[in-house]
T-cell receptor, first 111, second 116 residues
């Protein structure tokens, strides 16, 4: 049973388009993190959200944590080829004693 | 951001040999580190949780005698793949938890293991 679901799992779009990736669970997390991973490298932490309803912006990326702290979304505005990669969400349980990962969303932005 | 290093980044070995991979937290102490395995175009598969000063906790289906984990200090965990076989070829990634108000997980750059 996947504790964290991500949708879509694959997404191919043209440069300049907007997109949203969703991360959903039936469990409550103390915090949730988003990562981007490029081929042959380790995942890089983009953001950590902690408070229900929290919204964080990182340039063209907007992250939102659901009010109940069970789900999150990542919105990218005007996607660029450099945004291509595997996006992973991870929920922290027991205040960081362990983390649950989603299956990932593989994004391809075509020039 | 916090830095986690892994060494080596790539290793090629013959079948039957053992390979050790090091994971270091460079600018923080990590009581907990995690080891993952990743197959091409797939997400991370947690292998084990490495706890400083105690035995690692392995996920179901992961052979602890095959994948030896040692977390001897607050900044170093090692994964040894014993008697490696071609099916052990994979991308191995470690991560470490930093607690600074809240818990954040930082990943190493990964180690590509190829067993011939």
């Amino acid at each position: 049973t996947q504790l964290l679901e991500q949708s879509p799992q694959f997404l191919s779009i043209q440069e300049g388009e907007n997109l949203t990736v969703y991360c959903n669970s039936s469990s409550v997390f103390s915090s949730l993190q988003w990562y981007r991973q490029e081929p042959g490298e380790g995942p890089v932490l983009l953001v950590t959200v902690v408070t229900g309803g929290e919204v964080k912006k990182l340039k063209r990326l907007t992250f939102q944590f659901g009010d109940a702290r069970k789900d999150s979304s990542l919105h990218i505005t005007a996607a660029q080829p450099g945004d291509t990669g595997l996006y992973l969400c991870a929920g922290a349980r027991n205040y960081g004693q362990n983390f649950v990962f989603g299956p990932g969303t593989r994004l391809s932005v075509l020039p | 951001g916090a830095v986690v290093s892994q060494h080596p980044s790539r290793v090629i070995c013959k079948s039957g040999t053992s390979v050790k991979i090091e994971c270091r937290s460079l600018d923080f102490q990590a009581t907990t580190m995690f080891w993952y395995r990743q197959f091409p175009k797939q997400s991370l598969m947690l292998m084990a949780t490495s706890n400083e000063g105690s035995k690692a906790t392995y996920e179901q289906g992961v052979e602890k005698d095959k994948f030896l984990i040692n977390h001897a200090s607050l900044t170093l965990s090692t994964l040894t793949v014993t008697s490696a076989h071609p099916e052990d070829s994979s991308f191995y990634i470690c991560s470490a938890t930093r607690f600074q108000g809240l818990a954040s997980l930082f990943f190493g750059p990964g180690t590509r293991l190829t067993v011939l």
